[in-house]
């Protein structure tokens, strides 16, 4: 059992769709990590939540943080082909380690 | 131009051998990670190290992987004997603490 459950496993959408992705957890964390990771990389950070109910935007990328800091999302408007790849929420838990989630494959199609 | 630099980048072995691997971590970083990263399980953390002091590696098989950092420069990954269940990408990450951490490029080991 993972400590953070990413959902959902794989999304396959058309390019200028939304998409959303869920990371949950029953433990609290101090902050939260979105990584985008692309084949034959590794995972590259995109932004750190920090504080409960914490809204961050990049470009078309938004994250929040929940109110209660167990859980986060990430919504992503009008997808593009580029925006293909793993995307991995990771939280620093108990004994300070950064415990990553199973991973979300995104495909944007054009 | 700071980056996390392993070696190898491939690995092919045969079961039964010794697979040592290497990471250089980003200088000034304090914080070294080892992950394994499967289709199945995911990304594994197996070890951790802060200061170069080992802080935990209970995810990591201790019959046959050993994890050490000789110095601030250089971080090792052995497995002795490796068996194909250990076909997996590794990654090594660094972190100053416990903020962004900066992985490197990986090593694809397949064991045959």
């Known amino acids: 059992t993972q400590l953070l459950e990413q959902s959902p496993q794989f999304l396959s959408i058309q390019e200028g769709e939304n998409l959303t992705v869920y990371c949950n957890s029953s433990?609290?964390?101090?902050?939260l990590q979105w990584y985008r990771q692309e084949p034959g990389e590794g995972p590259v950070l995109l932004v750190t939540v920090v504080t409960g109910g914490e809204v961050k935007k990049l470009k078309r990328l938004t994250f929040q943080f929940g109110d209660a800091r167990k859980d986060s999302s990430l919504h992503i408007t009008a997808a593009q082909p580029g925006d293909t790849g793993l995307y991995l929420c990771?939280?620093?838990?108990?004994?300070?380690?950064?415990?990553f989630g199973g991973g979300t494959r995104v495909l944007v199609k054009p | 131009d700071a980056r996390v630099t392993q070696t190898p980048r491939h690995k092919v072995t045969e079961m039964g051998q010794e697979v040592t691997m290497r990471c250089q971590p980003i200088?000034?970083?304090?914080?070294v990670f080892w992950y394994r990263q499967t289709m199945m399980q995911g990304l594994e953390l197996l070890a951790y190290f802060r200061n170069r002091a080992p802080l935990d590696d209970s995810g990591m098989p201790k019959d046959r992987f050993s994890a050490e950092m000789p110095d601030a420069t250089l971080a090792t990954l052995k497995i002795q004997p490796s068996e194909p269940r250990d076909s997996a990408v590794y990654f090594c990450?660094?972190?100053?603490?416990?903020?962004?951490?900066?992985f490197g490029q990986g090593t694809r080991l397949t064991v045959v």
């Open positions: 433990s609290v964390f101090s902050s």
């Open positions: 200088l000034g970083h304090n914080t």
């Open positions: 990450a660094s972190a100053l603490y416990n903020t962004e951490a900066f």
């Open positions: 990771a939280g620093v838990a108990a004994g300070n380690k950064l415990t």
